[in-house]
């Protein structure tokens, strides 16, 4: 499932990253959007870019270039 698919107010676990995707895993990673990490859907901008999540107590933008080599879940 990708980040773009969930609705404000949906929340998610991280499951893992895409191959190939070292620039933004290393930024998602030190933001602390850890595998196994629940994150919460805060809101999406009006045409779905960049959409910010709730992790780990911190609110941080994801553009639609880093959500997709997120691998996420509905929790």
């Not at 991280?14 to 196994?36: D, F, K, M």
């Not at 639609?64 to 929790?75: G, I, N, S, T, Y």
């Given at each position: 499932?990708?980040?773009?698919?969930?609705?404000?107010?949906?929340?998610?676990?991280?499951t893992g990253y895409e191959a190939g995707s070292s620039n933004y895993?290393?930024?998602?990673?030190?933001?602390?959007?850890?595998?196994?990490?629940?994150?919460?859907?805060?809101?999406?901008?009006?045409?779905?870019?960049?959409?910010?999540?709730?992790?780990?107590?911190?609110?941080?933008?994801?553009?639609?270039?880093?959500?997709?080599?997120?691998?996420?879940?509905?929790?």
């Amino acid at each position: 499932m990708q980040l773009k698919n969930f609705m404000p107010g949906t929340k998610g676990v991280i499951t893992g990253y895409e191959a190939g995707s070292s620039n933004y895993r290393r930024r998602l990673l030190v933001l602390g959007a850890t595998p196994g990490t629940v994150f919460e859907v805060v809101r999406v901008a009006p045409l779905g870019d960049p959409v910010e999540i709730r992790v780990r107590g911190s609110l941080i933008s994801v553009r639609k270039d880093e959500a997709q080599v997120m691998r996420v879940a509905r929790r």
